[in-house]
């Protein structure tokens, strides 16, 4: 048995990765600051040990993964080589362990956790499934045929990953703090494609994806008829959507998914085109797509009283665009709140107008105070740029929490990357008080 030790292991990815290895056998602990994050109760519930960031930690015997926030001068990774320890990138190591069964790496700009945990679900039904979320969910089978991962093309680190499938969602401008623009953002992907062994599984509505060359099949889905997989004759109710997929224009199957949105359809379309090229019948995808329950953050609903409290991980203008869309489709006759937390300074900078137009879509918005990430601490830009680029925006402290209070019978939708739950929390509890 090896004795791991996770620097960073409240990291979405490193969490994911420490619960698959404990559900393996294997012996895992980590370290990390003190503050609460959501991606540490899986790791609770399972009795991994955390503990805050010491160089004492690093003992001998012990195999290090090291999240990629974290430098080479970190304390700890300083004393495991001091000590002559293996220390191995959480993106390398996750690159070596996905060879051990067939594995299916989904990426994109948008809609990689979703669909990584909408495949991973409906893969499972049919054959045991290993699989690692970005929402800090992951799980290991020692009989696992298939592993699904999330693959992130920050700092080109899914190019540690040679897939047997690639699924791509889209390819958009993001992490402006590493890519130059647009065409950097698709050389990764095209990078990527030439690594995979089997097929590509790629969204064939995005022009960037259109152009991606490779030495596997390329499968195209989405909504244009000349897809391989396309989806048509639509139907979107506050129950859920209903489509007909036709491949290379022929009936396959009618279905129905409990989501809300367009970008629901294509990442659903992404999963039974995989699961259709995988030979998974249409009536077992069917019974997963029905038993779904979603993924942390991704439009997570809590209702207190009349009113309904969304917590989403949205933090590009495009997401949020889709965030709202969903909220529209499923509660179509309330009022939509947007309650948004900007993540780093650099991508708040380079889409500063792009959020004030896709916020300009909520009856009212709501802006709090730009989260800086662990690779920046602070930047010229202030929350009051965006605020003053949308009409009738406010900006919202803590401690002026009770200012949601004026909107009865809404959807509140908590938008970011960063710790805007501490919002969502404290208005829950002013919405308690009212109700106990």
């Known amino acids: ?32 600051v003190e503050t609460y994050y959501f991606t540490e109760q899986p790791l609770r519930d399972r009795g991994i040990k955390i503990i805050t960031f010491d160089e004492n930690n690093i003992e001998p015997g012990l195999t290090i993964i090291a999240g990629n926030a974290f430098p080479d001068d970190h304390p700890e990774l300083v004393r495991a080589r001091e000590l002559g320890l293996e220390v191995i990138r959480y993106h390398k190591f996750l690159g070596e362990y996905s060879n051990r069964c067939t594995s299916i790496a989904i990426t994109g700009a948008h809609g990689k956790t979703s669909t990584t945990g909408l495949m991973s679900h409906v893969i499972d039904g049919y054959m045991p499934t290993s699989f690692l979320i970005g929402d800090g969910t992951g799980a290991g089978k020692e009989d696992a045929s298939y592993f699904v991962m999330e693959a992130c093309e920050y700092r080109r680190h899914f190019l540690a990953y040679h897939p047997d499938y690639a699924v791509m969602t889209n390819i958009d401008f993001d992490h402006p703090d590493y890519f130059k623009n647009i065409d950097d953002v698709y050389d990764a992907f095209q990078s990527l494609a030439l690594q995979v062994n089997k097929a590509i599984i790629a969204c064939g509505d995005d022009e960037q994806l259109q152009k ?70 249409a009536n077992l995808i069917q019974e997963r797509l029905n038993t779904y329950g979603g993924v942390k953050r991704r439009f997570t609903e809590t209702t207190i009283g009349d009113n309904v409290l969304v917590d989403d991980y949205a933090h590009h203008p495009t997401e949020i665009a889709a965030t709202l869309q969903s909220a529209r489709q499923k509660y179509p006759d309330r009022e939509v709140v947007a309650i948004f937390q900007p993540h780093t300074f650099t991508r708040t900078q380079a889409f500063l107008q792009n959020f004030a137009d896709s916020l300009s879509g909520a009856d009212a918005t709501y802006l709090c105070d730009i989260f800086s990430s662990a690779r920046e601490k602070q930047g010229e830009l202030t929350i009051t740029d965006l605020s003053e680029l949308i009409e009738r925006s406010q900006v919202l402290q803590l401690e002026t929490i009770t200012q949601l209070h004026k909107h009865k019978h809404a959807v509140f939708l908590f938008m970011g990357a960063g710790d805007v739950h501490k919002y969502q929390d404290a208005f829950e509890a002013l919405l308690k008080e009212e109700t106990a």
């Open 1 to 32: 048995m090896t004795r791991y030790h996770f620097t960073g292991i409240k990291g979405s990815g490193m969490s994911s990765l420490a619960q698959i290895l404990f559900d393996s056998g294997e012996e895992v602990q980590g370290s990390d």
């Open 212 to 281: 991606i060359q490779a030495n596997v099949p390329v499968v195209y889905y989405g909504f244009g008829q000349e897809n391989d997989f396309a989806a048509r004759n639509i139907v979107k109710t506050t129950e859920g959507t209903e489509f007909e997929v036709y491949v290379r224009n022929e009936l396959y199957s009618k279905f129905f998914i409990p989501l809300f949105g367009d970008h629901t359809i294509l990442n659903s379309l992404a999963v039974i085109s995989l699961c259709h090229y995988e030979g998974v019948p």
